[in-house]
Every structure is written in structure tokens, then in C-alpha cells.
């Protein structure tokens, strides 16, 4: 059996019959060579670590993923901070972003949202809440505008500007 570990899965485990696999590695396949029995069973753990990822182009945009996930603002969640200028927070050199995931009181349409960590320039921490993407804009109106692309700094007065 060859299980798929994606790329973004850095700590993926893979146990068979509660005993882990060792020499995963994040981006190849995690071959399972053995006599397989009724009642074996494989048990694959991802990691779904937030972490902030640089636009492939060069810029200093960042996009927020989750896992396979990627986080967009919406106008229904992140308002407007006046006078507020921060950068997404990293916490390491891989981009590791420690966010919080938001379970209640969400606008309709929105699956699931995290509060995640920037920084203003005077170093004070606030939190932005994002959501999943497949759930931005669903309004399809002004009301719900979505931003991926983050520049860095990000305006949060008007966080949707160009």
C-alpha cells in the first residue's frame, strides 16, 4: 500500500495496527510493504499547522493556509482597525503561524474561521479573523469582498484596498 503525504504535511505519523511508521517525509509516498491481515488498519494523523506562505511571485504578500487550507478575509469578519498597520506574525523560518480556531458565532455561509495573530509596528499583537475560502464572498455582494493576498505591511483600516 503507498499513501500519498503531502507536501504541506510536515509531521504527518502513519500507524498500522497502533505501531507508528517511521521515515515519513512530507511530499512522497509512504510505501506500506507487508502480508496484510483482516482486521489490520492503517491509521494516518496530518498535520494541519497554520503557517504564512510568500507570494511565488516575489512580492511581499503572504496567504494564511491551513493544512491543504487557505484563509481569506472577509468583509462579514475582519473589520476595519483604525489607524492599525500590522504584519502577519511568524515563529519560525518555516512561517509557522500560532492562530486559534473560532467555533461559534459566525455569519451564515461560513464554515469554520480562525483568529489570526499580526503585529502592528509598535509590536503590539491583535488578532484578524479569516476564514476558509471555499466560504468567502458567498454573498456575492460588497458585503462579503474576500482578500487572499495579504501585502505586508497590511492596512487594516481598509483591509481590502488594492
Same mark, same amino acid.
Given at each position: 500500500m503507498s499513501l500519498r503525504i503531502p507536501a504541506w504535511s510536515w509531521r504527518t505519523k502513519v500507524e498500522v495496527n497502533g505501531q507508528e511508521v517511521a521515515g515519513i517525509k512530507p511530499g512522497s509516498y509512504a510505501r506500506l510493504a507487508r502480508m496484510w491481515k483482516p482486521g489490520d488498519r492503517?491509521?494516518?494523523?496530518?498535520? %494541519?499547522?497554520?503557517?504564512?506562505?510568500? #507570494? *511565488? /511571485? /516575489?512580492?511581499?504578500?503572504?496567504?494564511?493556509?491551513?493544512? *491543504?487550507?487557505?484563509?481569506? %478575509?472577509?468583509?462579514?469578519?475582519?473589520? !476595519?482597525? *483604525?489607524?492599525?498597520?500590522?504584519?502577519?506574525?511568524?515563529?519560525?523560518?518555516? /512561517?509557522?503561524?500560532?492562530?486559534? #480556531?473560532?467555533? #461559534?458565532? %459566525? !455569519? #451564515? /455561509?461560513i464554515r469554520w474561521a480562525m483568529d489570526v495573530p499580526f503585529a502592528t509596528a509598535d509590536g503590539k499583537k491583535i488578532l484578524v479573523r479569516m476564514c476558509d475560502y471555499a466560504s468567502a464572498g458567498r454573498t456575492w455582494s460588497e458585503q462579503s469582498a474576500l482578500r487572499v493576498w495579504l501585502p505586508q505591511p497590511l492596512n487594516l483600516e481598509n483591509p481590502f484596498a488594492p
Amino acid at each position: 500500500m503507498s499513501l500519498r503525504i503531502p507536501a504541506w504535511s510536515w509531521r504527518t505519523k502513519v500507524e498500522v495496527n497502533g505501531q507508528e511508521v517511521a521515515g515519513i517525509k512530507p511530499g512522497s509516498y509512504a510505501r506500506l510493504a507487508r502480508m496484510w491481515k483482516p482486521g489490520d488498519r492503517v491509521r494516518i494523523t496530518f498535520d %494541519l499547522t497554520t503557517r504564512a506562505v510568500r #507570494e *511565488p /511571485g /516575489g512580492s511581499t504578500q503572504v496567504a494564511i493556509v491551513r493544512g *491543504p487550507v487557505v484563509l481569506a %478575509l472577509d468583509k462579514r469578519l475582519a473589520r !476595519p482597525q *483604525p489607524r492599525v498597520t500590522a504584519a502577519a506574525v511568524q515563529a519560525d523560518f518555516r /512561517g509557522v503561524v500560532q492562530a486559534v #480556531e473560532v467555533r #461559534e458565532g %459566525l !455569519p #451564515e /455561509g461560513i464554515r469554520w474561521a480562525m483568529d489570526v495573530p499580526f503585529a502592528t509596528a509598535d509590536g503590539k499583537k491583535i488578532l484578524v479573523r479569516m476564514c476558509d475560502y471555499a466560504s468567502a464572498g458567498r454573498t456575492w455582494s460588497e458585503q462579503s469582498a474576500l482578500r487572499v493576498w495579504l501585502p505586508q505591511p497590511l492596512n487594516l483600516e481598509n483591509p481590502f484596498a488594492p
